[in-house]
């Protein structure tokens, strides 16, 4: 099941942010997120955060939310990886 979170959570990031077809395709752990992409401001948090719940079939409580896991591509898929293990 969670073999599959890289591929679905970089579509999200393209449809939620609008970004170009294949731009989260190059994204690697290290790839910053948060601060980095002009598309991720505050405001394009909680519209990500609710379409990875949706899609992941996961919920995320405002207590997990955390800046550090916005901050790379890889802490946000560590986060999802580790979230739908618990499912």
């Known amino acids: 099941?969670?073999?599959d979170s890289?591929?679905?959570?970089?579509?999200?990031?393209?449809?939620?942010l609008g970004l170009k077809p294949g731009q989260a395709d190059s994204f690697d752990?290290?790839?910053?997120l948060?601060?980095?992409?002009p598309e991720l401001d505050s405001m394009a948090v909680a519209g990500l955060?609710?379409?990875?719940?949706?899609?992941?079939?996961i919920i995320?409580?405002?207590?997990?939310i955390?800046?550090?896991?916005?901050?790379?591509?890889?802490a946000?898929?560590?986060f999802v990886e580790a979230k739908r293990a618990t499912v």
Request: proline share 0%.
């Open 29 to 32: 752990a290290d790839t910053g």
């Open 66 to 74: 955390e800046g550090e896991m916005l901050e790379t591509y890889g």
């Open 76 to 78: 946000l898929l560590g």
């Open 49 to 57: 955060l609710t379409e990875i719940e949706d899609r992941l079939d």
């Open 1 to 3: 099941m969670a073999d």
């Open 34 to 37: 948060f601060g980095h992409l």
């Open 6 to 16: 890289d591929q679905i959570l970089r579509q999200i990031l393209t449809d939620v």
């Open 60 to 64: 995320i409580e405002d207590d997990e």
